[in-house]
């Protein structure tokens, strides 16, 4: 299985700024997800990010306002920028389980942000 | 793409009785079906999931069914417990690099 440590694990923020959130794997993965979940809501996928190439959004989601990086294997951020109130969610990375475990996904602890 | 389907969205059962929760989805070429338990101010955990090769997969309290031709899973949860009490999530994907699709969940109460 695969670790993924994901920080902020929350935040308090103000309308108008921005915050990175980040999440480290303890290996190499090719693939990385972004979920967001709205309070009391099931997960929506963001976008996809895959090294070395732009994330692919979801309907919904623009890389002006979820800007992503995956710089390498093992890290990915994303962005909330411009943040509302509308934007008070629970933000989760995670990651395919490759050939031993695939298709499962595994989940970093999540981000929860509020925006005043 | 696909698209999750899942029944019921409140679900409380008595402590000792089981608990049944279904989802139907769209896309023909998922194949994977991994079911979520997510409780509160935690993230979501994997506790049982099916392929398409097979159509029933158990573990101790926990039982999953897959009807590939109706296009429908369900989880299965017997002798319930207070600790089975938060929001359980089906998914579906077509397995490999894809992402899940998540159905809405199900709030499911175990009451003593």
């Known amino acids: 299985s695969a670790v993924i440590s994901q920080k902020p694990s929350r935040d308090i923020c103000q309308r108008g700024t921005s915050l990175t959130i980040q999440c480290q794997v303890d290996?190499?993965?090719?693939?990385m997800f972004w979920y967001r979940q709205q309070p009391g809501q099931s997960l929506t996928l963001i976008a996809t990010?895959?090294?070395?190439?732009?994330?692919?959004?979801e309907s919904g989601f623009v890389i002006d306002k979820f800007p992503i990086s995956r710089p390498n294997l093992t890290f990915s951020t994303l962005t909330v920028s411009n943040m509302s109130p509308e934007d008070s969610s629970i933000y989760l990375c995670?990651?395919?389980?490759?050939?031993?475990?695939?298709?499962?996904?595994?989940f970093g602890e999540g981000s929860r942000l509020t925006v005043l | 793409g696909e698209n999750v389907e899942q029944h019921p969205s409140t679900l409380s059962v008595q402590e000792g009785d089981s608990a049944v929760i279904k989802c139907t989805y769209s896309?023909?070429?998922?194949?994977?079906f991994p079911w979520y338990k997510q409780e509160l101010g935690k993230r979501p955990q994997l506790i049982i999931d099916i392929r398409s090769n097979v159509g029933e997969k158990k573990d101790q309290r926990i039982a999953v069914t897959l009807n590939k031709t109706a296009k429908h899973f369900s989880l299965h949860i017997t002798e319930t417990q207070p600790e089975d009490s938060a929001v359980y999530f089906c998914a579906a994907s077509n397995g490999g690099n894809t992402p899940l699709v998540f159905g809405k969940g199900t709030r499911l109460s175990v009451i003593a």
């Open positions: 990010a895959n090294q070395g190439s732009e994330a692919t959004y």
């Open positions: 995670s990651c395919n389980g490759g050939a031993t475990y695939p298709g499962e996904l595994f």
């Open positions: 290996s190499q993965v090719t693939m």
């Open positions: 896309d023909s070429a998922s194949n994977y």
